[in-house]
T-cell receptor, first 110, second 114 residues
Framework: DGGITQSPKYLFRKEGQNVTLSCEQN?????MYWYRQDPGQGLRLIYY???????QKGDIAEGYSVSREKKESFPLTVTSAQKNPTAFYLC?????????FGSGTRLTVV | QQQVKQSPQSLIVQKGGISIINCAYE??????FPWYQQFPGKGPALLIA?????SEKKEGRFTISFNKSAKQFSLHIMDSQPGDSATYFC?????????????FGAGTRLAVHP
């Protein structure tokens, strides 16, 4: 089945740690996106990538980093510079028919 | 100008009733308006979408009404069912820096009571 796979589903981070969230797609989509979801705030764009080896900051990129070395993969690293990382993170890809979202990773700082 | 304002924040409807969620935008460059449905612990899934050259689009029990002059659009769920209980997001697409970006509303949590 074609789709987007995010892993892990749940992730716990200690203060000062960097963690990486995985996003893989087999839809052959060029564009990929990372969103952060907090209660009552909708989805906010962190980073996006239109093609391999290219990515752009979204609205809330501070404290995050990404890479796009392969078309099917767009990992997100939450660095220690992100002061409030507890949230639900969603990865998406896009083609001419619209956006497809993964099932998300819930990150909690412990 | 990039915001999409969504209301209400939460909505309770009896089974068989009509659920109505409203969104408003400012940027006249928006050219695509989708609605997403999200169940707890899952990613949003596209429900229905409309472009500004159409005033209404219907798919089964779901209808989008679009008012270009007022810069408003709404989702109507007819004969609401308990299985429709979810969070609904409106969104609008804008061109920014040469890339398409989706701008999301804050979401509406719908509860349909049997």
């Amino acid at each position: 089945d074609g789709g987007i796979t995010q892993s892990p589903k749940y992730l716990f981070r200690k203060e000062g740690q960097n963690v990486t969230l995985s996003c893989e797609q087999n839809l052959n989509h060029d564009a990929m996106y990372w969103y952060r979801q907090d209660p009552g705030q909708g989805l906010r764009l962190i980073y996006y990538s239109q093609i391999v080896n290219d990515f752009q900051k979204g609205d809330i990129a501070e404290g995050y980093s990404v890479s796009r070395e392969k078309k099917e993969s767009f990992p997100l690293t939450v660095t220690s510079a992100q002061k409030n990382p507890t949230a639900f993170y969603l990865c998406a890809s896009k083609d001419i028919d619209g956006y497809t979202f993964g099932s998300g990773t819930r990150l909690t700082v412990v | 100008q990039q915001q999409v304002k969504q209301s209400p924040q939460s909505l309770i409807v009896q089974k068989g009733g009509i659920s109505i969620i409203n969104c408003a935008y400012e940027n006249t460059a928006f050219d695509y308006f989708p609605w997403y449905q999200q169940f707890p612990g899952k990613g949003p899934a596209l429900l229905i979408a409309i472009r500004p050259d159409v005033s209404e689009k219907k798919e089964g029990r779901f209808t989008i009404s679009f008012n270009k002059s007022a810069k408003q659009f709404s989702l109507h769920i007819m004969d609401s069912q308990p299985g429709d209980s979810a969070t609904y997001f409106c969104a609008a697409k804008a061109l920014s820096g040469g890339y398409n970006k989706l701008i999301f509303g804050a979401g509406t949590r719908l509860a349909v009571h049997p």
